[in-house]
Each structure stands twice: as structure tokens, then as C-alpha cells.
């Protein structure tokens, strides 16, 4: 991976979550190769000692444990002397399913590390944004944290409430010189699909799908994550990254950043069908893809 050239002071710094892979990654990268400071956090310390090797400043950071957040929190705060410019709160799982197979131990800890524990990060730095009257939190979302697609309730569930809480926060923040903004991604090349299949195996199983009544759903879906069919619509991370450079830059920054065709295409979907026709919409994509 290469890091693009510096186009900005070398003084704004910004802490991305979820950097062992994927868009958190790429963005860590991209980032530090525009002269900011990055923060890179994973979950576990191998990772972080591999970030560490790659001269990234980086912290244990694991959404589903307080501590882990408190302690980087207060870390990247002092490194900064409480100037922190930036959050990315990125780094989020799946548990696929129909909601009536989910169970409710997995939905508790799928909401601890999907959305509580974005609270509990970006709460601590707020303070810190509101002093400086400058900063921004920018929120990977998804393209279902406005529509709903079946068998993936639980996901949907937790960015439904990230769109809600980041809305707000937004209005609660206007003024402070704190922007917030959303991006939402349609398929992006990721390891996103082989974790949630993990995640299936963990919480669902092989004993769930056979008892469950969407059983043959099930086996059709399985064998197309397994196959790791890219399809025709997704992008790489760079993709999501072009936008959080915006949000991070622009001089006024965007509420709302669309990423792939999948994207547009339901919002305006949203935008103009009625409910009824909308949900039919939503049936036939979901089952265009088993």
C-alpha cells in the first residue's frame, strides 16, 4: 500500500478505529500519507504490535470492552494535548440471520460493539472538540442503516440507531465548530462477509439452520458467502476513504456521504416509493442475491 503525497499541515491528527484491515487500514495509511497524525486502534494486540512495526501510533481499542476505550481515549488525548481533530469510528460485524434465529446474547453483544461503544469513545472526545471549537466525527454507517434488507435485522438494526444518534448529535453540536458527518457504503471489498459467516457459525450453527424454518435460505446464502462472489457493484476502500477525506477537510463537510451504485440507488428508492412498494423492492434485491 502506498501513502499519497501530503497536502495538508503535518499538526491534524485523527483517530481511526478498527485498523487491522480493511477500510481502517487503507484509511490509516491514505491518512498519514496527507501529513495527518494517525491513531490507529485494533482489538487485538498482534495487530496493534503490527501497526506499531509499520510506525503507526497505535492502541489497543476494542469497542465491546470500556476500558480498552477509556485508556485510548485518554492516550490520544494527552498525546494531543487535548487537540484532537478527528474521529473515524469505523470497524463493525454482522450476525446474519432472520431476527426470529438471532439470539438475544448475540444482539446485546452485536450492539456493544456496532453502536454503545461508539458512544462511549466519541463522548470522551467531545469535551476535548467543543474547547478547541473544532473537530470532526465522521461515522462508517452503511446502506442499511436507512433501508432494511432481509436476514441482515441485527446489522440493520445497529446502524438504524447510528443514523439516528449521529443525526442528533449533529444538531446538538451545531455552533460548537464540531461537524459529524455519515458515510454510507454499499458493498465494499472487505473480510466484512467472511466474519459475518463466522459470526453465523458462532451464534446460529450448524444444529440453528437445520431447526430454523429459513433453513434452504440459509444454505443458499452460505454457499454464496463461501464463494466470496465479489458482484458487480463493489468498490474497493479506497472508495469509503475518498469521502472521509472530505469529511475530514472540506471546510464544510458533508452530513451525509453516499459510496456505491447500491447506495444511490436505495436512497432514491427510499425517497420516492411508498412503503408497501419499497418493501417489495427490498424482497426482491435480498433475494436476488441467493
Known sequence: MIDRPAT????KSILITGCSSGIGAVAAHILRGRNWRVFATARKPEDVARLKGLGFESFRLDYEDPESIKATAQAVLKATDGELDAV?????????????DIPTEALRALFEANFIGWHDLTRQL???????KSGRIV????VLGFVALKYRGAYTASKFALEAYSDTLRQELKGSGVHVSLIEPGPIDTRFTQNALANFDRWIGAEGM???LHRRTYEKRR??????????FKLPSEAVVKCLIHSVEAKRPKARYH???PTTV?????WVLPTSLLDRFCIWAADGEE
Do not use: W
Open 259 to 261: 459510496v456505491t451504485i
Open 266 to 270: 436505495m436512497a432514491v428508492a427510499k
Open 139 to 142: 461515522q462508517c454507517s452503511s
Open 223 to 232: 454457499i454464496r458467502m463461501e464463494k466470496g462472489d465479489p458482484g458487480p
Open 126 to 132: 467531545i469535551p476535548a472538540m467543543r474547547a478547541n
Open 210 to 212: 437445520k431447526a430454523s
Open 8 to 11: 495538508i499541515s503535518p499538526h
Open 88 to 100: 473515524f469510528n469505523n470497524g463493525a460485524y454482522a450476525v446474519p440471520g432472520a431476527l426470529e
